[in-house]
């Protein structure tokens, strides 16, 4: 069965449990817009990706310490951070250019890439490709 990372399949019950947090606190995340949920009969349903981007938020809350205004400013520095078809990060490791101040939302160990360019930073984005295929 294929199996896409951006596929809504889990209720809010399911991902509440297994961040060990209220349902209420996934409605307050949502509410400051740090996750976008799919609706299917007024029911929330939770991605994969979903699923990463909340443990992110969930290890800057209570690992780092940030209240929601902080997590917003943190991740408004992440471009892919709303993009479908995001890779993930690298690892420095594996002698690939990382910023190792910039964990990675979805790949838990890893770091972003160092963009070489602005033009890298353009190409990754969506609204530029958009752009491109008119």
């Given at each position: ?60 809350i209570n690992e780092r ?70």
């Open positions: 069965m294929f199996c896409n990372d951006d596929q809504p399949m889990f209720n809010i019950g399911v991902i509440a449990e297994l961040l060990k947090v209220h349902p209420e606190t996934l409605r307050i995340w949502e509410k400051h817009n740090l996750v976008e949920p799919s609706r299917r009969n007024k029911q929330r349903l939770y991605s994969n990706n979903d699923v990463k981007r909340l443990q992110f938020i969930h290890f800057l310490g940030l209240n929601i205004a902080g997590v917003l400013q943190i991740i408004s520095m992440y471009p892919c951070w709303n993009t479908k078809n995001c890779n993930g990060g690298g690892n420095s490791a594996k002698g690939e250019a990382v910023n190792l101040n910039k964990p990675c939302w979805k790949e838990q160990g890893t770091y972003c890439f160092v963009l070489e360019d602005r033009a890298d930073h353009c190409s990754a984005c969506p609204h530029y490709n958009n752009c491109q295929s008119q």
